[in-house]
């Protein structure tokens, strides 16, 4: 359980479908590790998703009704598990699949659950009340209007002063 382990720091990224969440986290995510922070994610998959590809080992045996699954290899783990509960998907139950000795946890989705955030939204649109009301806002950060399948563009700068401006909210240590 992850009660026992240190506590990292959260940073949801939230905004509607296509606005650019994960463009922006894999933008974040490399800024952040160049200042010797560990990162992990945590993304909703608001329609589903598939465990694994069909025909694999693992996939076979998650569709047979294991309740979890870890495929495993030298230098990565994956783990596919059944939710047992009833109800909403609560971050909690995300955070607990993750390892110890992170220092931030980027989550894109679960705008219900009350983390700090970063609303990414269209230029020319406010963002949605349900985007701002369930933690404290960090950023808004505007984007651009992009064709369909295009991803957006996030400027150098602004990734690098989202980056720093995590570091300074949480009083974060840069190694360096």
């Given amino acids: 359980m992850r009660s026992s382990r240190r506590p990292c720091a959260l940073v949801a990224l939230v905004g509607d479908s296509g606005t650019g969440k ?9 800024a952040l590790a160049a200042r010797g922070l560990a990162v992990g994610t ?9 465990a694994d590809r069909p025909g694999k080992d693992s996939q076979r045996h998650y569709a047979s009704g294991a309740r979890a699954v870890v495929l495993a290899c030298d230098g990565q783990l994956a783990s596919f598990v059944r939710r047992a ?6 971050l909690a139950e995300a955070l607990a699949l993750l390892p110890d000795g992170l220092d931030l946890v ?5 705008s219900w659950e009350p983390v ?5 939204v269209r230029e020319g649109r406010a963002p949605r009340a349900e985007h701002l009301r369930s933690g404290p806002v960090l950023r ?37």
């Avoid at 945590?42 to 598939?50: I, L, N, R």
């Avoid at 980027?106 to 679960?110: A, I, M, R």
């Avoid at 700090?116 to 990414?120: A, S």
């Fill in 22 to 30: 994960t463009t922006l986290a894999e933008r974040l995510i490399p």
């Fill in 140 to 176: 808004t950060v505007r984007v651009a209007e992009h064709a369909p399948g295009a991803k957006p563009a996030f400027s150098d700068d602004l990734v690098e002063a989202l980056a720093g401006e995590i570091v300074e909210c949480f009083a974060m240590e840069e190694a360096g």
């Fill in 106 to 110: 980027l989550v894109e989705g679960f």
């Fill in 42 to 50: 945590v993304k909703h998959a608001s329609h589903g998703f598939e």
């Fill in 85 to 90: 509960a009833a109800g909403p998907l609560r």
């Fill in 116 to 120: 700090p955030r970063i609303v990414v």
